[in-house]
Every structure is written in C-alpha cells, then in structure tokens.
C-alpha cells in the first residue's frame, strides 16, 4: 500500500488508472493478441500525452517528472499497467530514453528525444545475447571504430518491441571497454527477426547486426565508457519491471481475496477457512515486503542519480527487489489460481494474464537466480 | 494538526541534541546503568516525550520522540531495558487506569524506578487470553489472587505486574475478567521462575505463582469485571511497540535491537562458507537469508512509518510480526547447512551456546512468544482482508459452564 504518495503523484495515478480502463481495458487484451506489435501507435500517442514518456527525460531535454525523483514517477506508472497488464513499450521506451538523455550527445538529445516525449517515435534496448546472457562482461557483440565510422557486429536476443521501434540502443564491447550505440531500425545489414513471447501483448525480437556501418556520432557517451551508464539502465529496468510486478500481483490477490468472500462451499465462504486464511495473510505479508522493496529500490536509485548519493546501494537494492519481488510474485500468483479453482485456469479468467506477464519480466533482465548469485559475489562469497 | 502552542520538532531535536552530548554517554560506554540512564532522560523532561506533564511525561508528540532517538540521540547510549515498562503497561494505565494509579505509577515507571510487565498468558492456554483461570475473590474490602501466569519477559527483574484474572464464573469469558496491578518484589504468596529454554539457556521469560495473594482494592484497573477492555487496550499497544510506533522508544532503538540469530546473520554466513571446502547448494540460501533481512528492514521502517502517521492501521504490525516468526526458523535452517558440522559439533568437554546447531533449536521461538503466526494470520485475514471471523464456540457461554464441557470433552 503506497501512503507516501504526494497530491500530485495521486493524482497521477488515478489519471493513468483511468486512462488504462477506458483506452487498454483488460477486458480487450484478449483481441490484441492478435495485433502483430500488440499495441496501436495512436494510443501510444495519447499516453506520451499524458506523460508516460517525459518521466525518464530531463526538464532540459523536454522532459519532466512529478516529484523530482523520475524512477519513483515511473515506478508509480509502471505500477498502474501492471494492474491492468497494459500493452507498450512503456520499460524499453524509459530506459532508452533515460540513456540518451543522461548519457547522449546534444545531437542525439535533440534528435531523438522530442519523438520520444511526443510518442512520435518509439525506442528499445538490446542488451541481452544467446543462451539468456544478461551479464555485460560477457558480450560478443562488437563495436569497432573504423575512421569516421564505428561498425557493429552481433547479434541481440529477447529485444522488447523490437519490431515496432524507431531506434535500438545496442550495447556492444570494443576495444576499450563497453559501448553503446543507437542503430536507426532499417539500418543495412541491420535485420529484426519478429518474435513473441508468453505474455499477450508484449512483442519481442531478435536483433541481428552484420557489420552495420554507423557514423561515430551514433556512440552514446564515450567509446569504451559505457559501463556505467549499462548499470544504470539495468537498474532502471530492474525497478520497473519489480513494480509492474508488484501491481499485477497485487491486483490479481486484491480480486481473489474478493472472490473468497463471495465464493460458498459447504455453507460458508471459501475465505472463511483457515486454510485460506492463513494462506491469504502470508500472501499479504510478502506482497507488502515486496512492495516495500520495489519502492525502496526506486528511491534509491533517484537518490544515486538524481542526487549522486549511494550508487551501490541503489545497485544493491535493484537486484535485491528483482530477486525478492519476483521469487514472492510467482508464489502469489500460484497460490491465488489454486484458490479461484477451475475457472482460474481458463482462458476467459484473467489469471492467467497477471501470470503471463510476471512470468516474461521474471526472466527479462536477468532471473532471481542470476542477482542472487551476483549479490553473493558481492558479499565477498566469490563462485569457485 | 499539531497544535501550535508545542516546540517545532526540529527546535525540540536541536534543545535535545545540545542535552545529549552533554549528559549522554557516548555508545559503547556503559559507565551508567540502564536505571540510571533513564533516571537521566526523565529528570532531563526527555522520558515519555509524548506522554503528559502530570504524569512525568514532556507533553509532546511521537514526532518528537522519534526526532530524539533519529537524531538527537545519535551516537549516544540510550536505555532499552524499559521499552515494554514504558511502551505497553505505562501507556496502558494511562488509557486505563484512575487517577489514583496513574499519579502514583506513572512517574516511577517513567523514570525507570518502577518495571512493569504484563501477566496474561496461562499455562493452560496462551492464545485464548479471554480463558485465564487465575481466579480473583473478594476479600473484605480487596482481592484474593489464586493462579499461574506463563511467558512474562523479564519477570524475575519487574516490580509490578498488570494481570488479567478471573471475577465472575457466572457469565461468558470476556464479561468475567478484572485486571489488576499485583506487586512482585517481596510480596508473599508470589513465586516467581525463570522458564529454561530448549537451548538450556535460562531465558528472559518465567513462570509465575500465585497462593492467595492479597491484592488491595486500588490495585483495579479500569473496572471489575471489564478486564478484557483493558488487556484489548493493552494488546493495542503492544502491537504499536512491534510496529516500532510505540511510546518511550524511537525507531532506531528498535530497529537495532531486532533481528534473528548471529549463527543465520548473512555477513557470518559468508565468512563460515569461505572457510568450506565446498560451497555446493549454499550460494542461492545465503542470497535467500541476505534479501530477506535486507528487504524485512525497508518493510518495517515504512509499516512503521504507515502505523506513526495514522496511514495505516495498527494491524499492519502484526504483518513485520509474521514475517519475523517466519524468518527466524527459515534462516536458522540456512544457517545449519552453511555452519555444517561445524555448527554441530565441536572439541571439547563443554556444552557451547550460540552455535548454530544451539540456535536452530531455539529459532521457533519469534514464531511462538508475542502472538503466535497463527494468530497474527488470523488478525491478517480477518482485519487487514475482512475475511470472516473465526467461529468460537464459547463466547455466550458462562465460562463456568465452558470448563465443564472442556472437562466432558477431554
């Protein structure tokens, strides 16, 4: 339960609500699993509207975030389609556009950020390689300069959007160290193999760059220097994916609680078992827990980056909310499609469709498994 | 909100530093007492910051108390042995007690000269409080106590007792019940026992007897035969005190003092395994028990923040309650397979406390004392979800009535 919301961010938050009920109701989501791009352009014009794509842009790029603190902005909006398992490209749109305008040149800030702000264009980020390689030291996609050009070479896998998008920010290695590069789509020697994945309105693909000869000016930041600016992006993402987690789990035990009150068997409701009972307060408990890390870890992340305070705290937190949130929103889930019974696992219920979607950003990113393993690392516990 | 005629939090937390460093050891320095550390903040104006100047207290808020623990205090000892003297029972008798008991206690209790705790769980049943069977009789003008009480912390070092005991037989459980303030110290027909605890460690509860104690009639808390009302009241309270919003005890003092076994903390964890030849099958346990105590102290600052502000109500308490009942046992499994047999066994002709295999045998105990996680699931489900209400087959009944089915049944 958020009660540190200000009037502003409240308001904010009703306003998506709305937005999403009447303009991407779930009860629709069903038609759009047949769209190939899973959301419509117009609509995703209207959200920029409201705001969906200022959030992760500075002021000074046109731009803007309720609080002060854009990822807690975010976090709020990405809270909200989770609710409603709202079609988009809400994650790859932000951490795109926090990149190049944290990051990019004032050539790349100008010419692409307008677009994204006014939902003109669309961006995503293809960070991840085959055999579910989310790691950044281990990257086989290469950025070589080449006189006034860089030439990219590799190939991005599980890439959001990917055929929908105007621009793909790839991240590569060189010779001195991590870069990152914007690929226009319909670059030569750029090709996107369209793809799906299990959730029904979010589409994916696979990027492939065969020697894509780009002007330099395409490198974000410095070459070589991009490690940073990947950590970042990856806690951005981390924290948005925990937060769109927390409110499709959240709403989806909101409603079964609400069905146990309803629902009778042998004269009494279903919710008045214990065995309910008791399952529903444990649910409660890591819901709440959760939700206070997936919070946690987007203050901290404004904290490092908007006030240069604790970096590896914010670090720490988006791989600790990752593997929490997403370890405790499964469970959940599982639990709440034994309690709706039968109908629970039916295509008309809409259990299915908050499982869909925790499941897909449960691996996105890297899966509990992986932060945990790094977090231990981390703890001086170095693998052997 | 805050009435304007009361110092700004931030004039109070800076009146209060200045006092700090001047008068407060600095942490790690135990030349003073706990006593006498409390005795220092009361007779400073800074014990029962937000409870009222008749009884002792400052008269200000529980903004107020938290800046001073937060801020004010930093760096410095503060007491902590009085927290459920002061935080459950001497707010209880505030919102319970005459005026008679309040004027006599309050002050002491503040001061740390009096330590109270409460009396309400039974050998005979520690959940259903409501069926005591310690058993209060007129006597002239006061009260004969008769029964045992079980699980009171700190028993063997308190001075007063709040007891819940039966006055009327006649009528349903809740309706037949008076609490009373018993004195401890030297009073005859009292014994009092510490309860040794699986580990073999002599713990910080007891088991307490009572042989026709005789209680006076001021000693009544609230009304005879409306003790229930108070232990709901003093239930609140404790509650708020594991919400961390409690009186007498800022955030940080709690925070610090919570926590499950050393054997199960993550950094002993990580040190124990770097020591193992093999690490197999350990690596993602020791990431499960780190994230849990990481995350569990974000939760609790902001169910605590919830619960101080009024956002959320005190119920919520019982979901860091839960959570701490399900960890500790969680955790000291991991803790068992990372110590190993080291954990297990060990040289030597002595028994040793505190290894992993000592606190494993011990780790239900967050799960059991203060309310047990069944019943801190019922109080989620029941008022957090508004699930429906246990059924209880007892509640019309007179409970003299229900000790006789109790004794057909059995």
Redesign the interface.
């Known amino acids: 339960?958020r009660?540190?919301l200000s009037d502003e961010q409240e308001l904010f938050r009703q306003t998506v609500r709305r937005f999403l009920e009447t303009e991407a109701p779930l009860s629709t989501i069903r038609e759009k699993w047949y769209l190939s791009t899973g959301f419509d352009k117009n609509w995703w014009q209207r959200a920029a509207g409201l705001g969906w794509t200022s959030l992760m842009v500075s002021e000074a790029d046109g731009g803007g975030c309720l609080s002060g603190l854009p990822a807690c902005d975010a976090a709020i909006l990405a809270e909200e389609i989770g609710r409603s398992c709202g079609p988009g490209p809400f994650l790859p749109v932000s951490v795109a556009a926090f990149a190049i305008s944290a990051y990019g040149s004032a050539e790349q800030r100008s010419a692409l950020l307008p677009g994204i702000v006014d939902g003109t264009s669309t961006a995503t980020w293809g960070l991840a390689e085959a055999g579910d390689a989310w790691t950044v030291d281990d990257l086989d996609t290469t950025v070589a300069a080449d006189g006034e050009d860089v030439v990219v070479r590799g190939r991005k896998l599980y890439v959001e959007a990917a055929n929908a998008v105007d621009w793909v920010l790839v991240t590569g290695t060189s010779s001195r160290g991590i870069t990152q590069v914007v690929v226009p789509a319909g670059t030569p020697g750029m090709t996107v193999q369209a793809g799906r994945s299990v959730d029904l309105v979010r589409r994916f693909g696979t990027v492939t760059l065969d020697d894509v000869r780009l002007p330099a000016t395409a490198v974000v930041g410095e070459i070589g220097c991009a490690a940073e600016a990947v950590e970042r992006q990856l806690e951005l993402a981390l924290l948005l994916q925990c937060a769109q987690a927390n409110g499709a789990v959240g709403e989806l035990f909101d409603r079964t609680?609400d069905y146990?009150?309803y629902r009778y068997a042998f004269g009494?409701?279903i919710?008045?078992y214990?065995a309910?009972?008791?399952r529903?307060?444990?649910m409660?408990?890591r819901l709440?827990?959760a939700r206070?890390?997936a919070?946690?870890a987007a203050l901290a992340f404004d904290r490092a980056h908007v006030c240069a305070d604790g970096s590896a705290e914010a670090h720490?937190?988006a791989r600790?909310a990752k593997?929490?949130v997403f370890d405790a929103g499964l469970d959940i889930i599982d639990d709440c499609v034994q309690i709706n019974g039968g109908i629970g696992v039916t295509w008309e219920h809409d259990a299915h469709v908050f499982s869909r979607r925790v499941a897909l950003d449960r691996a996105l990113y890297g899966a509990p498994?992986l932060h945990?393993?790094a977090?231990?690392d981390e703890?001086?516990?170095v693998?052997? | 909100m805050t009435d304007p005629a009361l110092e700004s939090v931030d004039d109070f937390a800076q009146r209060a530093r200045a006092w700090v460093v001047d008068h407060l050891p600095e942490r790690g320095d135990d030349s003073l007492s706990e006593h006498e550390l409390q005795a220092l903040l009361f007779d400073a104006g800074f014990a029962g910051i937000a409870m009222p100047r008749e009884y002792g207290g400052a008269g200000l808020t529980l903004r107020h108390q938290q800046a001073f623990y937060d801020r004010a205090a930093q760096g410095h000892r503060v007491p902590t042995v009085f927290s459920v003297s002061i935080a459950i029972l001497g707010v209880t008798l505030l919102d319970a007690g005459d005026e008679v008991l309040k004027k006599r206690h309050l002050p002491r209790i503040l001061r740390g000269d009096e330590r109270w705790i409460q009396l309400l769980s039974e050998p005979s049943g520690g959940s259903d409080m409501a069926a005591a069977l310690s058993r209060l009789d007129r006597d002239d003008d006061g009260w004969i106590l008769n029964g045992a009480k079980m699980w009171s912390t700190a028993a063997m070092s308190a001075d007063w007792g709040m007891c819940l005991a039966r006055t009327d037989f006649t009528v349903p459980k809740h309706a037949g019940l008076t609490m009373v303030a018993v004195p401890l110290k030297n009073t005859p027909g009292v014994t009092i026992q510490p309860i040794r605890h699986a580990n073999g460690v002599e713990a910080d509860f007891c088991q307490e007897f009572f042989d026709d104690v005789r209680i006076p009639a001021d000693h009544v808390i609230g009304e005879v035969n409306e003790g229930w009302k108070v232990s709901k009241i003093l239930i609140a309270h404790e509650r708020l005190a594991a919400g961390g919003a409690a009186h007498g005890y800022g955030l940080t003092a709690r925070s610090e003092g919570g926590g499950g076994a050393r054997t199960a903390d993550?950094?002993v964890l990580?040190e124990v395994?770097?020591r193992r030849r093999s690490?197999v099958g350990l690596?993602?346990r020791?990431?499960?028990a780190?994230?849990e105590r990481?995350?569990?102290k974000?939760?609790n600052?902001?169910?605590a923040?919830?619960i101080r502000?009024g956002?959320?109500e005190p119920g919520?308490g019982s979901?860091v309650k839960?959570?701490m009942g399900?960890n500790s046992p969680r955790e000291s499994k991991i803790a068992l397979a990372v110590h190993g047999c080291d954990g297990v066994v060990w040289d030597g002709d002595e028994p040793v406390a505190g290894n992993a295999g000592e606190d494993w045998v011990i780790s239900r105990g967050p799960a059991l004392g203060g309310g047990s996680n069944?019943m801190?699931?019922?109080?989620?489900?029941?008022r957090?979800?508004?699930?429906?209400r246990?059924p209880a087959r007892d509640v019309d009944t007179p409970f003299a009535e229900s000790l006789r089915q109790r004794s057909r049944d059995t």
């Open positions: 339960m009660f540190e609680v146990a009150k009494r409701p919710g008045a214990q309910l009972k008791h529903f307060a444990d409660l408990q709440e827990f206070a890390i919070d946690s720490e937190l600790i593997a929490y498994e945990k393993d977090l231990v703890l001086g516990l693998a052997r | 993550p950094a990580v395994a770097r690490t690596r993602q020791i990431a499960d780190y994230i990481r995350v569990s974000f939760a600052e902001r169910i923040t919830g502000i956002a959320l919520w979901i839960l959570h399900m069944e801190q699931r019922n109080l989620l489900s029941e957090l979800l508004g699930l429906p246990e």
